[in-house]
């Protein structure tokens, strides 16, 4: 059960750094260094699905993760900023899962519309509560497949 844990957390890490290098688009690229507004180069738009783990096994992690879900956008916006690059539109969708023998095994949210829709977003966010867990293992993956099989937005100019 240990190794399947490390395997999710190892999984999540490498999503999050595929996510922001392709994200960003900016390897090789050096952030802007002026004070003033930065030059723009580029706009997108950017949907973004978020799968967590609320089983007792995150008990440590889990307000951490929801802090950092919350200020997703925020940073996001500033640090592509910093390279030149603009957000003009971006939806988050949140995936809450646990155990597979859970009453609520997984819970989806819409997509929220930032900045417009973001204390929706936060309240979503702030009702994930861990469940008891236990030995059975968690639907990260059917998580994963839900995420992956989203409302997309579409576009040349949309980054998911």
Known sequence: MKSLKAT????YIVLII????TFLKC?????????????????FKADVVMCIDWT???????NTI????????PDMKEKCL????EIT??????????DLSDALPYELSPFFNMPDQEDEYRSFVSRMALTDGGDWEEIGYDALGLAMSSD??????VHQ
């Open 8 to 11: 999710l957390v190892a999984t």
């Open 18 to 21: 595929l996510l922001l290098l």
């Open 27 to 43: 390897e090789g690229q050096k952030p802007q260094k002026t004070v003033d507004t930065p030059v723009i180069k580029e706009t």
């Open 56 to 62: 007792s096994s995150m008990s440590g992690l889990l």
């Open 66 to 73: 929801k802090e950092n879900a919350v200020s997703f956008y």
């Open 82 to 85: 910093s390279y030149g690059k």
């Open 89 to 98: 539109s971006m939806r988050i969708r949140v995936i809450g899962f646990g």
């Open 152 to 157: 997309w937005m579409s576009g040349e100019d």
